[in-house]
């Protein structure tokens, strides 16, 4: 077996401290949170030239040669030691934000990284996510961590436009079968996205999202990230714009997704989340580490097990408890609990994220509500009357 027991032998080159100087600062600045996870992004560059990717937001779309941070190790030890940083809790997710973690010349150091983090005996959440090839020999080192609980999502989007999408997406695909037939310790999630009404949303599309569903643990799926810097790259390139204006959440328009979910009704699916957490705390057998259930009109096409799972663990945290932790952090004004979620103001996104998966309770900024039925995304295709609009 393929087991990684040392540093890669022929190791990606480090930037120097000038080239690194040289970057924008939120690329230069190695974990950020998310969401999903304390993100690690201990390398930057990619050859793949997805027309969406979020490295535009960086000015980093022009590097196609990934290049290192820092050393492996020390990425570790900076993620480990981070103050959001929670030993069998905080989720992780490793280069998800400059680079495809299963590149030939980046894959060892991931799985370097995967290792020492096994090592340690964590046994937190770890999100890789890819759109590359995936061999069996991946396979054997991804069931080799003991410890970890390892989900390797395929971003699979069948978006047949090359200036959009230049990989094409049969290599997904196979990636998800191929990980799906040899998993043991890890699990995988069909990450079907970006989904763009009119781009790659035809029942052919649905259908082939469908098949290969039943090739993974979960499956999730989700809109486009359409901001400023993508919207301006659409344009310089002559790419057919997706939409009439920008949106800082993800634009995942209520057209599309009810068409997804007739489909979904009627064939022979395997189960379909809105969120990642949700698909990837399901593929484990777990509620989801995110309190999504306290968005109840998210869990409408949930598997009952499930339902009854993230149920016994959803417990509305006390208000003092809350309150204590969030003014810590650096709250202001009221700190509220509701039977939806934590509502704070004066914390961004990172103290919010560390209330969240601390309390597995959705933690929201009073300054940005989510509407109803349309958690968390952009309100653009969204019909009026919940305080949104239509696009
Ligand atoms: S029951 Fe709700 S919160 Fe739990 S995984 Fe399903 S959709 Fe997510």
Known sequence: MNVPTAAPRRALPILSAEKIGGLKPELADVIEYRKSGLSLNWIVGCPLECGYCVRHLFDNFEMKVPRRLMSDEEAVTRLVGHPYFRAHRTPIQLLNRATDPMLPIVKPHVFNVLRRLDEQGLTNHVLIITRWRVNPEDCAVLNSFKHLRLT??????????????????????????TLYEHAERYRTVLYWRPIVPGLNDSDTDIEQA??????????????????????SYYEAHGLPMPYGETARR??????????????????????????TSCGVAYAHGEADYNGHYGVRELCDICPEEQIARCHAAWVKPELTAVTQEARVLGATGEVEVNDRAIVVEGLDEPPRYYLQHGFGYQCHDRAKPHHHRQHGRAPIGWKAGNGTRSA
């Open 250 to 275: 993800k634009i995942m328009p209520e057209a599309a997704e009810e068409r997804i979910l007739a489909a979904f009704q009627q064939g022979s699916w395997g189960a379909l989340f809105r969120k």
């Open 210 to 231: 469908r098949e290969l569903s039943q090739h993974a643990h979960a499956t999730v799926f989700t809109g486009l990230f359409f901001r400023e810097e993508i919207a």
């Open 152 to 177: 390797v999502l395929v971003t699979h989007s069948n978006i047949a436009n090359p200036a959009i999408e230049p990989v094409d997406s049969t290599i997904a695909a196979q990636s998800l079968r």
